[in-house]
């Protein structure tokens, strides 16, 4: 017991230690206090090199590893062994280790023998990161880490193996876009074709990275800075509906990924399934240290996805995918711990704070320092989105009988900004003969129960009401049926609503205005701060985390809330629509007798039709 309360003195010593040091705790965007980034807990500018020679660390291979091997280190010859001692991984193998971040750690405390006789083994995963990797044996804890010994380099099997292979829309029909990342290769390439045994087709990819000088401050551009590799990218295009296509990625003369499969995008009269969530993030699955909260959710939540992908057609990640916030060896985790997914299902995004905000770097808040330095460039050149240009984050596109509106709450929305006039084009545009659903979204939510409204201009409350004051006029006109937010830490759902009011159905069936839901569950820590009696707009709002299943045709649009725990359903609600409905009711002029009763005040400017709708 009392070698355990040490343990746990050294740890919280540790931390306070990092908060002292200006690993600014802050909030966790909704005036709730949030720990410090698991990597930014060693204190890099404290750090020193005492070396140990009696210290052996013994690796259980001896030639180079491959992707997500696990490689056992043994540590022995240990004098005066501590609860605090640890074992971190660093990259490259030759990097000075008080100047960079870990890619990941454990402490010895773990290994009983260690304790006593300082002696013990310790497992980690290794990601192929495209060049040598090293262990290191540290003392003293988080707060002053002593360098004491290393083990020998480990280097991957091949630097130029295909990882982190996903997929993505591009906004076109009949295409997929298929991306990877490597090392230095010659002509990386795609082999696809309709039979597994026969990919007759072959097409060179795009490659691009980015650089340290990209990053706009740290620990993104010092101390969690690790080369991205080549990403590379194919469009594949004239696909048929529904048909299956199998694909493999590589390189003339280089090594290839295994063979996978995918769906031509489908038609609009097709059923389609949906996986939607956000704040997912990811965690190590070898249990290396994170103090935080993420950790376990997080791989529950793509456990399931992982099983849900065989009868999906489409994964949505609605911001804050990686949580990196700076520390680059978590994007590869994130691609890694979810490619069993994204090597069948199509993943759209769009940006969150974690993944965009940064002082004087162009986002809509100007103070922030979420992204940890980033600045949405890891984020832009790494999940390929179809975006309106570099740091116009937004876009649409079209699966099934959905028509999806992808923006970002990190940039300018209100009206004058292009952001604003693109949203408001692209729904004046939509042809609800062909997709009669509308979905909009976003990262920070429209309607939130919040108790976080104190500050500005980024509290939960006051963003809220900018965006409804900016956008909400637009989605009543254009009859938009449900907008999918994350950014809070929570599932939560109302009642059709306009201007706070909830709206009972028309003679139809059909919903008289959408349904907002907060689908930030996913995996980071869940946020408490909801108000003790639930508003009167929200139908339910829960703190569990899971993921929505979304089933739609042309007639009827199915949500489905999924527990990561144990499966369970959370909430079920649906939306219906007549058959023939674009041609049967007015859309807009329906949707603008909404806005004059929600938005008295307001006036537009200009009327649209809505492509391929007659009557109105």
Request: overall charge negative; charged content about 20%; proline content about 8%.
């Amino acid at each position: 017991m009392i070698l355990h309360l040490f343990k746990v003195i050294h740890l919280l010593c540790a931390l306070a230690g990092g908060l002292a040091r200006g690993h600014t705790p802050l909030t966790d965007g909704h005036g709730l206090p949030t720990t410090p980034h698991p990597k930014s807990a060693v204190n890099v500018a404290a750090a020193s090199l005492v070396w140990e020679t009696a210290v052996r660390l013994d690796l259980n291979t001896s030639g180079p590893h491959v992707a997500g091997e696990w490689v056992e280190v043994r540590i022995s010859g240990v004098i005066d062994p501590r609860y605090d001692d640890m074992i971190a991984l660093y990259a490259p193998e030759d990097v000075d280790p008080r100047t960079v971040a870990p890619l990941k750690y454990k402490f010895l405390a773990a290994v009983p023998s260690y304790v006593e006789r300082g002696e013990g083994t310790l497992s980690f995963r290794l990601l192929n990161l495209r060049q040598p990797q090293r262990f290191y044996f540290l003392r003293d804890g988080l707060a002053l880490p002593v360098f004491a010994a290393h083990s020998r380099a480990v280097a991957p099997l091949d630097p130029g193996e295909p990882t982190q292979v996903h997929l993505a829309l591009t906004g076109r029909p009949s295409e997929v876009k298929v991306l990877w990342v490597s090392g230095p290769v010659d002509r990386p390439l795609i082999r696809w074709g309709a039979d597994p045994q026969y990919l007759d087709r072959e097409a060179p990819a795009d490659s691009t990275t980015y650089t340290r000088e990209a990053m706009c401050g740290a620990p993104a551009n010092s101390t969690g800075w690790l080369d991205p590799g080549a990403l590379h990218s194919v469009v594949l295009g004239d696909l048929a509906p529904g048909r299956r296509y199998f694909y493999t990625v590589g390189s003339r003369g280089g090594a290839w990924s295994e063979v996978a499969s995918f769906l031509g995008p489908p038609g609009p009269d097709a059923e389609v399934h949906v996986l939607a969530l956000a704040d997912l993030g990811q965690t190590e699955v070898d249990g290396s240290v994170e103090v935080d909260a993420i950790a376990p959710a997080s791989l529950l939540t793509s456990l399931r996805l992982a099983q849900e992908a065989a009868g999906a057609t489409l994964m949505v990640l609605n911001g804050d995918l990686s949580y990196a916030r700076g520390y680059a060896v978590q994007w590869e985790t994130f691609f890694d711990q979810l490619a069993p997914t994204l090597r069948a299902l199509p993943l759209m995004t769009v940006i969150g704070n974690h993944e965009r905000d940064w002082p004087g770097s162009g986002d809509r808040f100007g103070m922030a320092y979420d992204s940890g330095g980033e600045c949405g460039v890891p984020y832009a050149a790494r999940t390929g989105m179809p975006t309106a240009g570099p740091d116009r984050p937004w876009y649409s596109f079209d699966h099934g009988p959905i028509h999806f509106l992808q923006y970002s709450t990190e940039h300018a929305f209100e009206e004058g900004s292009p952001q604003h006039a693109f949203i408001a084009d692209d729904l004046a545009a939509v042809d609800r003969c062909q997709t009669p659903w509308v979905i909009l979204g976003g990262h920070r939510p429209m309607y939130i129960d919040s108790t976080f409204d104190a500050v500005r201009p980024d509290g939960d409350q006051y963003l809220a009401a900018e965006l409804r004051r900016a956008l909400e006029p637009l989605l009543l006109r254009h009859g938009v049926d449900a907008t999918w937010h994350g950014h809070h830490h929570s599932y939560q759902r109302t009642c059709p609503l306009a201007g706070g009011r909830c709206l009972a159905s028309g003679e139809d069936g059909v919903a008289a205005g959408p349904v907002h839901i907060v689908l930030g569950h996913s995996g980071a820590s869940l946020t408490p701060n909801t108000e003790p009696q639930r508003p009167r707009e929200f139908v339910s709002v829960q703190l569990q985390h899971g993921y929505v299943r979304v089933t739609a045709n042309a007639t009827r649009l199915e949500h489905v809330v999924v527990s990561s725990r144990d499966g369970s359903v959370m909430d079920r609600w649906v939306l219906e629509k007549p058959a023939g409905w674009c041609g049967s009711r007015g859309v807009l002029r329906q949707g603008e007798e909404r806005v004059a009763a929600a938005w008295p005040s307001l006036e537009f400017k200009s009327q649209h039709r809505l492509r391929g709708c007659d009557t109105f």
